[in-house]
């Protein structure tokens, strides 16, 4: 399996990285450059002289890639969990490690909406215990009394 993301950027970012990938007598300078400070979640994108910022995020669902030879056969390449972002200068930055959102409007604060969340073990343990101790006082009393018969 490959190794892929999800790279998204602003509109006339991609457009100028159409011009650059289908027209190769283009004038502007070829030159794309994507790299990340040492925290590994954020950093620069380079398009020419052009300097954007980028960080990488984690989808909540797992994305699937994949890719034919004939037109007919799909065969999967990828399970795809990250997204770099990458925003012009006026934008915010994502301060959070995780996009709410997945890739298309369905998935919209998925996370919140399709996944239960993980139930507090702290809350359930003093029940679990209290209803054992209740338990076992009951099941003493219950042999003491076929003991003395």
């Known amino acids: 399996m490959e190794e892929q993301f999800i790279l998204r950027v602003p509109p006339a970012v991609s457009e100028r990285i159409e011009r650059l990938l289908n027209d ?4 502007d300078d070829k030159s794309l450059d994507l790299s990340f400070s040492d925290d590994g979640r954020t950093g ?6 052009d300097q ?8 909540p669902t797992v994305v699937e890639s994949y890719k034919t030879y004939d037109d007919s056969a799909l065969i999967k390449t990828a399970d795809i969990g990250q997204m770099i972002m990458v925003t012009e200068d ?3 930055v994502p301060d959070t490690v995780e996009y709410r959102h997945g890739l298309t ?14 139930p507090d073990l702290n809350v359930l343990i003093p029940k679990f215990i209290a209803f054992n101790c209740y338990f076992i ?3 003493f ?3 003491l009394n076929v003991m003395l018969l």
């Open 24 to 27: 190769p007598t283009s004038s």
């Open 44 to 49: 620069s994108f380079f398009i020419g002289n």
């Open 52 to 59: 954007f910022s980028a960080s990488l995020l984690d989808l």
């Open 90 to 92: 006026g934008d915010s």
């Open 105 to 118: 409007p369905p998935m919209r604060d998925a996370r919140r909406r399709r996944f239960r969340r993980e």
């Open 137 to 139: 006082s009951h099941l």
């Open 141 to 143: 009393v219950l042999l």
